[in-house]
């Protein structure tokens, strides 16, 4: 995140992975797939 380092640490690691928070997998094929969410994320008037 543009000048904010605790941020961009906590979502990019040391080996350069970006931590999105998604769930997937590849299959055979070599196809990603993204099947589910480590948190649940719903904000209502600012609110989460």
Do not use: A
């Amino acid at each position: 995140y543009l000048n904010d380092p605790t941020s961009t640490s906590l979502t990019i690691d040391s080996e350069g992975w970006l931590h999105t928070g998604d769930v997937g997998y590849v299959d055979d094929d070599d196809e990603v797939f993204i099947v589910d969410r480590v948190k649940e994320l719903i904000k209502y008037k600012g609110f989460q």
